[in-house]
Structure formats: C-alpha cells, structure tokens
C-alpha cells in the first residue's frame, strides 16, 4: 500500500548488524518497493554485496569512482530517485562522517544530494553510543529533520548489556511507513484507537477478559500512522509490539481506558474503539489472593463497566465495532443508533477465518447515514484502510456542514 512504487536507498554501514539489513532488504522487496543498496567498504567486510544482489536483484554502490555503473553519477541519480533514504544499521563512523557533511564515499555523497526524508538506525557498543561525541552527531542530524530509531537495549555483540542494539526489522519497516506516509490524507489530523481485550481483576492474580488479541486495533493505529495522522493507540497488555510513531498508553480495565480515552480524545479529529471492552467486572476484586474453598461452587459477582462509547462524546467522528455471533447488521445497527455513532464496523465472529486473534476480518461498515459497505475478507490492515476511508469522507462532511 504506502510502500509499493517507493524507491529506497538503503545505507548498509560496518557494524556486526550490517546481515539485519539483508532481512530488512528482503521485507522492503516484498513490500513491492524498489531498492538500492549502498555498502560501505567496512560493510562489505561483515556481508558480501551478494547477498543483498541475490535479494533485491539490483547492483550494490559503493565505488564513487565505479566504471562500470549502470548509473550516470550514480551517487546524484540514487539521491534524486530515493523516495526514502534509510541508513541500517548506521556506525559511529558513518553518523560522524554524516553530521559532518563528508562525501567520501557513495553514502556520504547521496545523503548530501537528496532531498528525501533520512531515517537513521544505529547500532554500536553502548559506551560508543553514550558517548558525548555520538550524542552529539545524532542530536545535530536530528536536528537537521532526519528521523532516528533506536538503538534498542539488550545484549551487545561486545557482550555488554546496554543500549545499542540495532532495531528490529519489523520496527525499522514500521518507521520507513511512518516517514513516508507523512504527507498522506490524514496529515494533520488527531486519530485516538482503543485495542485489545480490557483485564478486570478477580484478585491480584486473576481477571476476567476476552479474546481479543488487539490486532485490529493495532492494525487501524499503524494504518492512521501511514497516512500521516499523529495516534494515540490506548491498549489492554497485548503480544503485540507497540508500534513505531504512536503514543502507546497502556490500561487493564474498562473505568482506566475511559479514562485516558476521556484524556486522549480532548484534541482528536476521530476516535475508533477497536477494543473489546468487558461489559462486567467482579464487584469487589480481593486485595489478596483468594484461596480455594471447600464449596464445589464459587459465586462471582459482578457489576456493569462505563460505556466508554456511549460516555465520550465531543465533535469527532466516532467509530465503534460490533462482534457478533448472530443477527449481526440488526444488532450492528441497533448499537450505532443508540450510541449515536458516526460509523460502525460489523463483523461476524462465526466467520471462519475471520475475527478474534487471527489476521484476517470479514465485516460490513454501517454509517449514521444509511450507507451500508459490505467488505469481503481481508487482512486486518487492509480492513483498517477501508474504515479510514470512511472516516476521512466523514471528516470531510464534518467541515463541510
Ligand atoms: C567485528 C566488528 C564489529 C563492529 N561493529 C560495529 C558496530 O556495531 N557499530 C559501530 O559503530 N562500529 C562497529 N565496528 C567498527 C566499524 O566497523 C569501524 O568504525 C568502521 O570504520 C566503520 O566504517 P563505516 O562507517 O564506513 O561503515 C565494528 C568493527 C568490528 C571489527
């Protein structure tokens, strides 16, 4: 989606992390983008050009004096392509170099000539990272508007624990749609996104909950990201990793994420309530852990949680879903006029495939309007850009009224 068509320059520099960026190379191929590989000499010590050749089927720059390019100036013409220039993992070296404004090799040159977003992703040994000169070097490139991520904490190739980690490829994938959805069609915009199965405490060891994995809510708050818009992603304790570019405000129960949905909403353009929010939660959770009776029965009692959708109102699109086993669109519709609701997605749990905790969704968007999509199943994320498509024509009735 935002990442086919795009051609990126990625900068492979001398660290022990330099054979991530082969995996990383591979990921962006299979988002359909076009990719160019720039080594530096040190990088060609810890991979061969080959590698990244045989993944992205392109020639590897390296030699600013090359004869034998297939490029006119082969520095200048990756510099103008470049929809995206990412630097991973960048060394202490090569960050200084940068900063400095050096064009002593392929890499210096192209970032020097580009006019495209630069995110850089170091890695090094912590005490390298710490000190004052690298601080330095980063906060003078960040300051010139390229976008840092990482280094991640954990154990170092040096054996040290610290921070200095190259990121994840699933983290470095998230950051290049963040920086390249910039400009899209929710830039400017506010989007708040509840996710994941609410936790309502028995005691201090158990609750109750549901299945929801959060993926869907996970998928609409990296999908608003990609299109620009700034996210707060308010989330029960998922498996999932918190996405790069969104807010992340962690909750367990019902009554905490309305309130930060009360808190996070105040500036928001849209509010879509991905979670699976419990309807009930023990009256009386025990400070202490409760211990196993004689009794053969256990009665719990339980009491009514806030409706977070029908309490938080305010002059945003809000959006809600509706799980559902049976008469989905009656119950659907029913719920999107008694929470007066702008849009809702419906989705049928008893799909196979489709719903809780699997990738996919099968659902049909019901607007205030009578509108009625039916969608076929998809993944998650594209399902995520069909709600968003609904919200940004919603938005745009909004102003025109
Ligand atoms: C085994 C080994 C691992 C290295 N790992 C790193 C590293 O992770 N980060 C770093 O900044 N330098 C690392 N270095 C040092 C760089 O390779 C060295 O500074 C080199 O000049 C970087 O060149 P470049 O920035 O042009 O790629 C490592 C060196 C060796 C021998």
Redesign the pocket.
């Known amino acids: 989606m935002t990442l086919a068509g795009k051609n990126v320059v990625l900068g492979v520099?001398?660290?022990?992390?330099a054979f991530k960026a082969v995996a990383l190379a591979s990921e962006l191929v299979r988002a359909r983008t076009l990719v160019d590989v720039i080594m530096?000499?040190?990088?060609r010590?810890?991979v061969a050009p080959l590698s990244f050749q045989a993944v992205t089927h392109r020639s590897i720059f390296g030699d600013v004096f090359a004869a034998n390019s297939e490029l006119n100036i082969e520095h200048v013409e990756l510099a103008e392509r470049a929809d995206i220039v990412v630097i991973a993992?960048?060394?202490?070296?090569?960050?200084a170099?940068l900063a400095a404004g050096m064009a002593d090799?392929v890499?210096g040159c192209t970032v020097l000539a580009t006019d495209a977003p630069i995110l850089l992703a170091?890695?090094?040994?912590a005490h390298?990272f710490d000190n004052p000169a690298t601080q330095e070097n980063v906060a003078r490139l960040r300051a010139r508007g390229w976008e840092v991520v990482g280094p991640a904490a954990g154990r170092l190739?040096s054996g040290l624990v610290g921070v200095?980690r190259l990121v994840e490829v699933e983290e470095l994938m998230g950051a290049i749609r963040a920086l390249l959805g910039r400009s899209g069609d929710l830039a400017g915009r506010s989007v708040v996104v509840t996710a994941g199965g609410t936790q309502e405490p028995i005691d201090p060891v158990r609750y109750i909950s549901n299945r929801s994995s959060g993926k869907m809510g996970y998928a609409v708050a990296e999908a608003a990201r990609d299109r620009g818009a700034q996210v707060t992603l308010i989330s029960t304790p998922t498996a999932l990793p918190a996405p790069f570019g969104v807010q992340v405000v962690y909750v367990n129960t019902a009554e905490q994420m309305l309130a930060a949905v009360r808190d996070a909403v105040q500036e928001a353009d849209a509010l879509i309530m991905a979670a699976a929010v419990a309807d009930y939660r023990p009256a009386r959770p025990s400070a202490e852990k409760i211990k196993k009776a004689d009794a053969d029965v256990w009665q719990l009692e339980l009491v009514k949680n806030p409706d977070i959708l029908a309490q938080v109102r305010g002059d945003f699109v809000r959006v809600g879903f509706a799980a559902e086993s049976q008469h989905l669109l009656e119950n659907a519709l029913a719920k999107l006029h008694a929470k007066q609701l702008d849009l809702i997605v419906a989705n049928d749990i008893s799909t196979p495939g489709s719903g809780f905790a699997v990738d996919d969704n099968q659902a049909v968007l019901l607007d205030a309007q009578g509108e009625r999509l039916a969608l076929p199943l998809m993944a998650k994320r594209e399902l995520a850009d069909q709600i968003l498509n609904k919200v940004i024509k919603l938005l745009g009735q909004r102003r025109a009224k």
């Open positions: 520099t001398g660290s022990i992390a530096t000499a040190s990088a010590q810890f993992p960048a060394t202490a070296n090569t960050i170099k090799d890499l170091p890695a090094m040994d390298m190739a200095g």
